[in-house]
């Protein structure tokens, strides 16, 4: 059976609105062992938040207060590619090469789930 996106994502999308706070975001990212974050208002993918992207301000900046009062559309990056529900196994993996994770919508645009490397590890554990 051939692999698709609807195979490997996580449906439960976890992601921080670009108003809250970097505070909020390295929190959550701590709580739930996750290292990166869509952006999301209002269903639509606008960027992304990495620990690497929090890491980089870390250096940046003198001291935290200055870091944590920025709000996530200050720092946010690009927003992670989106591929439908069908999208290959050979596609995704692909697509993680440059990106943290791979957003997964259905054919209305609505978003399904997410896709990580460590959700690519998984498909091995299972054969």
Request: glycine share 4%.
């Amino acid at each position: 059976k051939n692999i698709r996106a609807e195979d490997l994502m996580t449906t439960e999308v976890i992601s921080i609105s670009p108003d809250d706070s970097i505070e909020n975001a390295a929190k959550l990212m701590m709580e739930l062992k996750i290292s990166q974050l869509p952006v999301i208002d209002k269903g639509k993918v606008l960027g992304s938040i990495s620990e690497k992207t929090i890491s980089a301000l870390i250096q940046k900046f003198e001291t935290t207060e200055q870091i944590l009062e920025k709000r996530i559309k200050d720092v946010m990056e690009e927003p992670f590619p989106i591929v439908p529900r069908s999208c290959s196994i050979s596609v995704i993996s692909m697509l993680l090469e440059d990106n943290q994770a791979v957003i997964v919508s259905d054919k209305w645009g609505k978003i399904t789930g997410i896709i990580t490397k460590a959700d690519l590890l998984k498909v091995l554990q299972r054969r």
